[in-house]
């Protein structure tokens, strides 16, 4: 672009508006698959509903919840499909996800399609002969990576709502084998959270951390989130309680998305719905992404609240020699792998370049004093770099991550 | 490609097989769109039916025909639209076709798009009040160059379905002074060209040609054409009783595909529809970019009528003068265009590089003659070279060829 | 292009004439690296000089010959650089190709690359130690496939004048044991060549057709050529006097390129070098990719000699009994392969298009015949088709074609 | 890549490795040319000689200075061409770059190109019958943008080494009308800077902060620079002794290279010249695009000295009193144009994430101050603020940036 076109003027009157795109008309799905896709939710033994983005897109809140509630069916929200209907609603089973995706029989995608964060709907994630019922506004997106039974194509909010007129009341009762099982897996499975996240022993790990947010955050906060375990811990604590109100690194994965996305957020916020807040959840990797975007933040004192789970953006791989040396504040630099980042930044600094003070946490009690204060204080933007144990991991999962099909 | 993976060998039993894209899943139109579009219909003074190639796709024809004698509407097929309705049913309207587009007051288009084929729905070839109600696969499709009024998403067969049912009985009378406007322009232009097809002076013009072989093609032959005016005249005299039946330059227009075209559809013939013939109308340019096809329909054999109906390849711009010397056989060489051909070019000829001759016909007499004998000869391709006057144009037009909007 | 901009004028004076790209500076290779050449060519036991289409473009036709006939050093030229030096000198040693390519120690590629033309300078086709001496206009051209020894870049006429200055004259004596190897391979393929060229039986061979050609054909004709086996037995045997006077497929072996090839060669014969003849020899598959140019050809009346070697399109895998019925004009549509073409096409017919008559040759006499009176009739087009022998082939070679490195 | 790809172990015997790119031919202009370059320069009455960083790739320091010192003609260093001769060289007529380019009626481009750097040769910023030598390796350089008089193909060390050698000695003699002209326009020049670099009143202005730098800074250190004021005044003073010792935003202006820049120079130096030293010098703006790069400056603990000079990122367009209001820490949050960034950022302070102290410099003392230790002390990075009048700007220029030509 020439320097004067940038800077050049024009007449108001002299431009043209171009309308924006119309909204997109909806479109229903076949009866006879609809039909189809009745009888086989009701023959299943263990149904199972994924929740994904797709139906956020269309804001088909109302017609999924009314489909779950008629049914008892239990539902399994994607990353960014939370929300869409309340993750503490009784019938979401995320606490039992790798379970049900291995023992459902039928499994209903709405707007969620089986890619690699779906595990591409392939053993050992799921079982060989799972029935797929496919929910998508988009023709080239069914039977992709398996060969679905029902293919629905229509918008998503207008499927659903077919499908919530057609499947019978109380299809999957409570009292249930597949319900059964379920609750059981989730009970276990929060025992072991739970325990975690009781542990406040410090350093702390990434349990207690999200364990003790969720306590305090709004449930109608905005959280915005990016990194490799920060994210993907800190998804199955925090709870989202409205739709379209995560938003992460996304089908691709990207980083350095968060800040970004952070800032967008608390503008909406800011015109649409005032005193909501926006929380940035960071792991320290993906905060050096973008961590600049802090100066955007002050100078518009947008009252977005960061916080840095920094486990010193270590991956894997350290020894737990090196790691009393960290602790210890011994000189590290040349023993890091050359993927880590450097041990004990104290990135709350960053706030002191705007005048302002962050939060170094290293006890749960500090973090919950400094959260409080946030929450309260909607006039400016709050830094908290949370120290966790640089050997703290995720619980015990029964896959790999990234575990790779036999096919 | 290395030539030893070329002409490489491998067991049969290694090879796996991929299966062919599953079918795509049919959607419906939203019901509240339907009745939209069901009451702007009725409501209409001037309405319109447009049957595009979409509606062929989707196979569709039962659909289609029943909401049209339902409803008594007029329907205008675009070119590769053609005969998923009969072009010689009652309520088509082709004849009147610049008339009835630039005055209907609403215009429900079946699977055809607003693009230059349809003069993109502007002023001066539509009235700039036009109201369109538009049915589509493809959500992208809706509201290009004009806003639509209604838009329909969804399978062109299940959505004709929907308002085949929908739309009242008789909605559009045969008496109305709609139908009675249209029909008085149907047979004016009819008799204009009624007038020229039966003027068999020679040199031979446009419409002589295609009436008389009209009169003898097979209604359910299947027609490959293109060129300029052969392909645009021919479109409007040679018809199609059934869908699928023509294949032409298509909405890019592209050329040099007739030959190939007719190769394929005669392949197709052999194995499914066995005596089906197939008749390849050229011009003399467009034969001209894969003539040398002919190679391969003598090769195999294939019973394709080719018919090249030869202006020379001169496209306007000729001097009464210069016509008359290249009739008479004067060296033209210098004084010939550089956008033309070779005047008096025999393709016939080539056929006599297969040992087999080719047809030269000037008069309709001898026209009607090697076609006859052609269609009762199916052991053999024919090629038919028509000399035709090259001063030969299109009927008066009430708009130029690309006529530009306003807009 | 919009119709409108295509078909509009606009006045002459006021068109910018944009300059033509100015003639590009001439560069000299380093005189360091010139006596590294020398030392290099001087102390090789078997030195080769390759002569490629990049001597051509840089003009570089005088400094080539003076350096070679100072030093005495044989030479090979690839296709295009065919004539650079005169094909018929002394010093060209094109008829043992194989063998000095697979025995040189040191070769001198000048404007010559090692691509798959070259069989990328590698076992089998060279010996493993041979060592290269490249000049080039392009200095990425440098050490691909194979580490050149030394690289001279710079203009290649500009750096040739370097080389013939600085090579020591008659470096490589007619009497060494190298030139004896080169003259008995020579005398022993010309024996076999010479034998297939005598051998005039009908069907014909190609050699005899090429031989036979090359006695009639003016020195100073430019030759288009393009096919398989015809473009390349008929390079060895037509022989090219002058630079830039053969035109074929080129690096890229692009089929489809002979008849525009040979227009454009007319047209520019027009102009600059009147009664010079344009000779276009085509295989009949290549024929087939773009012989509607016969059209522009008549159209223009440009006097280009056409000769189509045609044996059918029968690219190897044909069995002795499916020839005979060819030949006796059984009906073998079923048999043939799917990659041949029609049997006996007349293709000499194409010509009655144009109210000319073709010339079809089974015979040398024939041949002869119509060939000398094409070269004296220069007032119109010729084509000749050519009919051999079905089952021709090349003369035993020592490496099958595309030859893999054991690399 | 999958994940089993990037962790998996192979043997290190079974890895093939390439060898690097070989190093590329030189090669030399054509003599005739270079005669006509000699003719040209040696009838110039105002010569003129650019020196690129094309020169500075083709390490020809040692025949660029030669060619100079023989000549006596006056030189201009490019960005990048800083250092090639040291930029306090008797000849270096850098402080009169303007009036220069102007004035000059031939011009020898040392491996500069004519595109926006250099204003594409074009008035008002050259006479519009200025001649243009060129020497470049790349013959698709030359003629661009303006025709020149004489284009010297090849490697620009071996071609300086001709020019040298051909070029008379003392053809631009000291005494000459030329010399004394530009001498008269580098001393009115520098006595402006001079006296802006004597203004150490604060707020401060470029020219005192860059003046002082250069007192301090080693002569052989590395300078990394970017930003848009920062980079251009700064280039007209910090001054480069060295070839290849400047680093910026190069031929497409790009921002955000600095720290990486930096960070490459740094370990370049620990192997190759420990103790030499680098110094970034960033805008504020372009700080903000890599400033998290800090930490991987600490982590390896790399010695390089960033200063900040920071006029609050204010590029133009404000107001006296908007500048008081920040002056005096009024909140000026609404009223900064969007283009600004958040004045009075103390970037310093990101060294306390790393549990250091960057520094904050008002005043010329303080800033001599903290840049003298910090080059005593190489054991760790430095990162200094200097907060400079958001009103500075260039001395009064006799073009806009970016004038447009007339053409």
Known sequence: MPGNILSGTVMESTVTQFPRCWPTPSSLANPHAISEAVS???????????VGKGAAYARAEEEV????EK?????????MGKGLVADDHPQCVAPARSRVLLEADVILLLGARLNWMLHFGRPPRFAPDTKFIQV?????EFDNSVRGSVSLLGDLKAVCGQLA??????????NSPWWNRIQEKIHSNMAVTKKMAEDTSEPLNYYAVFHHLQQLLPSDCIIVSEGANTMDIGRTILLNKLPRHRLDAGTFGTMGVGLGYAIAAALWVKDNAPGKRVVCVEGDSAFGFSGMELETIYRYNLPIIIIIVNNNGIYGGLSEELYKDIRDGMDT?????????????????????????GHFCSSIS????????????SSKPTLINVMINPMAQRKAQDFDWLTRSKL
């Open 71 to 79: 049914t008892g069916l239990p539902f399994l929200p994607t990353p």
């Open 165 to 174: 007129e057609a499947l019978p009341t109380n299809s999957c009762s409570k």
């Open 40 to 50: 086989l939710m009701t023959s299943a033994k263990r149904p199972l509903v994924v």
């Open 366 to 377: 500090h973090l919950q004093q400094v959260t409080s204060q946030a929450l309260t204080d």
């Open 65 to 68: 919840r009314q489909l779950l």
């Open 333 to 357: 630099t040349l023993a890091t792998p050359p993927t880590t980042l450097l041990p004990s930044a104290h990135y709350e600094r960053m706030a002191t370049i705007f005048n302002d003070s």
């Open 136 to 140: 998508d506004i988009c023709a080239e």
